[in-house]
Nanobody
């Protein structure tokens, strides 16, 4: 089985920074892409940032210039550095990855349990 474990959420004042980390463990052959999503109360889950195995990145317009995603493929971990946080960034943040468990397997999506980020207004 594959597990994703997030860490690093919490309460931060507007303008502050937080660093979220996600670690994948279990039977993993290859991680094809890694991402962070978030879901605020009453809203749909949205993609925040993504990174491919080759290092290409993609960001939601609302976080461009403030958030940065990076990955350590060897350690099977990826980071979301969040700077200049705003109250509208308040949400549960989920890490997500497309993972193959063997060379013959197809890529399946896996999700972490979520970590709360709160930026008070």
């Amino acid at each position: 089985q594959v597990q994703l474990m997030e860490s690093g959420g919490g309460l931060v004042q507007p303008g502050g920074s937080l660093r979220l980390s996600c670690a994948a463990s279990g039977s993993i052959f290859r991680i094809n892409a890694m991402a962070w999503h978030r879901q605020a109360p009453g809203k749909e889950r949205e993609l925040v940032a993504a990174i491919t195995g080759g290092g290409a990145t993609n960001y939601a317009d609302s976080v461009k210039g403030r958030f940065a995603i990076s990955a350590d493929n060897a350690k099977k971990t990826w980071i979301l550095q969040m700077n200049s946080l705003k109250p509208e960034d308040t949400a549960v943040y989920y890490c997500n990855a497309g993972i193959r468990q063997s060379w013959s397997d197809y890529t399946r999506p896996y999700w972490g349990q979520g970590t709360q980020v709160t930026v008070p207004s």
